[in-house]
């Protein structure tokens, strides 16, 4: 008898496992706010005679707080008011207690760098020191930029720690960059992008896209208690700001268990949609659109022209940049880097061809890295993540490629997208029209 009791405790218990398990685990789908994972990487040793001499580096910020109050605040609106009406479910009192922590937390620090991600940022700056130490010897210059918004000031500082030990600090050498940026911040320099950013054809892909699935408004049931609370519209506005909430939690390092009110499958959904919206907003967008990459064009002619430069100025052991995930997913698609660049018009299949957390998790970063011999041949070697990846041309020897193929193909792409000359770079950049 005994026997037949443990088992039907024991198949009880394995049902209510399976039951919970479908509630997401923590910190899956987190999109653009997936946490930068630290790199073992056995890198692919030089050939023979050639060693490292200068770095060619774009990056994300570090982990942040949420880059706004809006989307906290409007949800404790609707909570508070709901609470009020007594019109919130046991859950939803509850999820209004978990808001208010997680706003407890971020108030004061909104678009700042939380202490994950300045370790983050050191992180990366302390390995390139230690992973080439031939580039950052003696008294060689690193020139080192970020955009004018202070999580990228602070991610720069992070990064330099290493060197600033290491190296005189009359070599290493920073910049702010002013808020009319051509080279990190050309989204919003660039008219015709502000534009479709603002009224584009991909907010009406987008919405059919989201619309493929009601999901959201299993959430709202379960949180207020009558389903005309909300309406449709705002449940998905609702929904979709909280599970931005839900994704930052892991950021700032403050758990407060959001993760409770989505299961794994409405988080997939909300996944699939904030990836959708970064790809034909910001990435590679459908077949055609090609504004959202190209803008990115003044940025790719400094990667260039830098690069020639160090090579002539032996002086100069790296430029460093500190910009936004706007700034890194255009680049990495006009880089056409296999994973960052293919476009499509199957929405379906945007999320099996390109995703958020691989091509701009937190701390994103994007890093040429270049050789020479003693007869003052060039190669250099593109990582991704400090990973170790392949540019989109041909090579015996990757993932090292001459450099004058890898100048050549870029000069290509420039000169493809017929550039409107005018007297200033911003100029340039303000008016570009893709072709
Ligand atoms: O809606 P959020 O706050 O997530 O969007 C942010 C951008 O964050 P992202 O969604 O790209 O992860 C933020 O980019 P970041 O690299 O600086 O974090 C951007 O600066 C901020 O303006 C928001 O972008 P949006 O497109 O203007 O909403």
Redesign the pocket.
């Known amino acids: 008898m005994g026997g037949e009791i443990m088992k039907i405790i024991k198949c009880l218990f394995l049902f209510l496992l399976m039951y919970l398990s479908n509630f997401a685990q923590d910190n899956n789908f987190l ?3 997936t946490l930068y994972v630290k790199v073992d990487e056995n890198y692919t040793k030089a050939p023979e005679g050639f060693t490292p001499f200068y770095i060619n580096h774009l990056g ?2 570090g982990a ?1 707080y ?3 109050s809006k ?1 906290i605040d409007k949800i404790l609106n609707e909570l508070i008011e709901a609470s009020e009406r007594k019109e919130l479910t046991p859950l939803g009192e509850e999820l209004l207690k978990d808001v208010l922590q997680l706003k407890n937390s971020e108030e004061g620090k909104y ?1 700042l760098l939380s202490q994950i991600g300045k370790d983050m940022e050191f992180g990366i700056g302390k390995r390139m020191y230690k992973n080439y130490p031939q580039v950052f010897k003696e008294n060689r210059e690193i020139l080192a930029e970020a955009t004018y ?1 202070k ?2 000031q602070e991610s720069m500082n992070e990064f330099l720690k290493t060197f600033k030990e290491n190296i005189s600090e009359d070599n290493v050498k920073t910049k702010i960059n002013e808020k009319v940026d051509p080279i990190l911040r050309f989204f919003d320099l660039n008219l015709e992008y502000i534009e479709f ?1 603002e009224n584009g054809d991909w907010k009406t892909m987008l919405n059919s896209f989201q619309n493929r699935s009601k999901i959201y408004l299993e959430i709202t049931n379960r949180i207020f208690k009558s389903k005309d609370m909300l309406s449709a519209k705002n449940s998905l506005k609702f929904t979709t700001d909280l599970y ?1 909430l839900y994704t930052n939690q892991y950021d700032i390092g403050e758990n407060v268990g959001l993760s409770k009110y989505f299961t794994q499958e409405e988080l997939k959904y909300f996944w699939a949609n ?1 990836n959708l919206s ?1 790809y034909l ?2 990435g590679p967008s459908s077949v055609g659109q090609n504004l959202p990459m190209d803008i990115s064009f003044a940025l790719l002619e400094d990667f260039l022209s830098t690069s020639e430069n160090a090579i002539k100025n032996e002086n100069i052991a790296a430029n460093l940049r500190f ?7 255009p680049f990495a698609s006009l880089l056409k880097i296999d994973f960052a660049s293919k476009q499509t018009n199957d929405l379906n299949n945007v999320e099996n061809i390109w995703k ?1 957390y691989e091509v ?1 998790p ?1 701390g994103v970063n994007i890093q040429w890295i270049f050789y020479k011999n003693e007869k003052n041949d060039i190669l250099v070697k593109m990582l991704y993540n400090e990973k170790e990846i392949n540019f989109p041309i041909e090579s015996n020897m990757k993932p090292y490629y001459k450099w004058d193929d890898v100048r050549k193909y870029y000069e290509k792409v420039i000169n493809d997208l017929k550039i409107k000359k005018y007297d200033t770079i911003i100029d340039e950049v303000k008016y570009f029209k893709a072709s």
């Open positions: 999109g653009s706010q994300r910020h942040r949420l880059s706004s989307s678009g918004v999580r990228t950013k931005g904030k970064m907003e910001k910009a936004h995930a706007e700034t890194v997913i958020d701009s937190m």
